[in-house]
């Protein structure tokens, strides 16, 4: 399943999205969180001509909303500390003159002329939610937003259509969702060496807990700005370090944020069955410590799992065991629990001791290397194996340009070794196809839309190669990437 998501034209703004919400995108950026923020949401009630629902009255509708301990309401407000006030009222039932269909955005429209309510008065702090059973088969979507109209439709064919109101208002507030980076089994976690499952991370109501209302995890606290300042800790020393479970409302630490020092932090948070989270289903993760990836002040996460890199299952680090990250050398060890919260040992390497474990860095992406008698395409600090020379050269590429060296201290990167007849050119590579280039990416091949961009992003015509019919196949597959932009964060470094 994938999400649409539209920027003027229709193109996807994330790698392997989920098909489960349609994000019609405002202005990229356009919400800056203050922390305190009231929303005035009205729902609106809504059947088609020829199908309907009746599974909640418009009273059950407004408690699960406003009223009820389990309300949205009652969600925002615990999930911020306060600072989201949520009020509102409910509209309906309607019966529109529409047919069943999935065009959310046409009922919007007699949705919200069936309830008398003001197109002007509708805003980013007043949105509107229109609940409905879209179909008649499945929409490729649960949850539409469409933010440029501060409109919000989710259909009832999901069971948990409360839940997922509460994760489009996420949105709203300025959120993204909660990934996973899937590793593979390696610790190196980052957009270029993982698969990001964009909605990966069972334990936040913006990934896959919005299949039930979950605390958000600590970068989307932070970027929300619901933390105070004694409430996030910033840590350059190593020592140990306390924290409370990141639902308790005191002016106590719930997150350790960590400066990685590849242009990502960890942030390490503590949660307990307590509040909303009793809607957990995971006890793993009560007993240690949940450790997400993130740039600075981003409104997206990625949860890693530090002991099963491919797993987004049990993803805690429990007490009694410890993660060594090696990209930075740091070493993130629970040490023991009290009623209170955990103590979290966090030790950072010496310089020597890091200069000494960093990884290679001596190639380039894009550099063919020959060790011990296996050519190797470099993609960053890993690397991706020839079988043969027959399939080294029916790629297109040249024995000039290969080099000797030592690789032995880069990752392999096993699933994408190119091993037979039909292997696509390797990620980080050219592709020439007609009139285009495309860069090579594990997502896909993505267009470059001009030579100013190409030439922007590290381009070299020496490390362009045309396209075989893998590559094309996979061209037809990738249609919905986003473009490649200047400086495209995409590109493997």
Known sequence: MRILIFL??????????PKNELIKEAK?????????????????????????FSGVTPGEMSSQMFYSYDSVRSFYNEESYGKVSITGDVYGWFNLPAK???????????????????????????????????????????????????????TTTNPNFVATIAHELGHTLGLAHASFYNCDNRMLFSIQNCIVEE???DYDVMGSGSVKMVHMDAVHKEFAGWFNSSNIQAVANSGQYF????????????????????????YLEYRQPTGFDRNLDSQQIFGGVLIHLAPNHSSKSYLINPLSPSQATNPALPVGRFFSDPVSGITIAPAYQTNSGIYVDITFPSAQALTSYSLPS?????????????VYWIVGRNKIAFT??????????????VKNGDVSNYQEMEKLMVNTKNSRHPIGAWVKYGNTI?????????????????????????????????DVNLIKKSYNLKILESNDYRIYK
């Open 438 to 470: 495309y860069y090579s990416h594990e997502s896909g091949l993505i267009p470059v839309p001009s030579w100013e961009v190409f030439l922007s992003n590290g381009g070299s015509l020496d490390k362009t190669f045309n396209a075989n019919q893998t």
């Open 199 to 201: 909605y990966g991370d």
């Open 388 to 401: 043969s020379a027959g399939l080294f050269s029916s790629l297109g590429f040249s024995w000039g340009s």
């Open 362 to 374: 001596q190639f380039a992406t894009g550099d063919l290397v020959s060790d011990q008698g296996t």
């Open 100 to 154: 069943q269909s999935c065009d959310a955005e046409s009922v919007f429209d007699q949705a919200v002329a069936a309830a008398g309510i003001s197109v002007s008065s509708i805003s980013g702090s007043s949105p509107v939610v229109v609940v409905a059973p879209f179909g008649p088969s499945y929409c490729g979507w649960v949850g539409y937003s469409s933010l440029s109209r501060n409109l919000i439709a989710v």
């Open 28 to 52: 990229a950026d356009s919400y800056v969180p203050s922390g305190n923020k009231n929303l005035y949401v009205r729902v609106v009630l809504a059947n088609f001509s020829n199908a309907s």
């Open 8 to 17: 003027i034209l229709f193109i996807l703004v994330s790698i392997f999205l």
């Open 243 to 266: 924290l409370e479970s990141i639902e308790n409302t005191s002016s106590k630490t719930k997150a350790i944020k960590i400066n990685r020092g590849d242009g990502q932090y960890f």
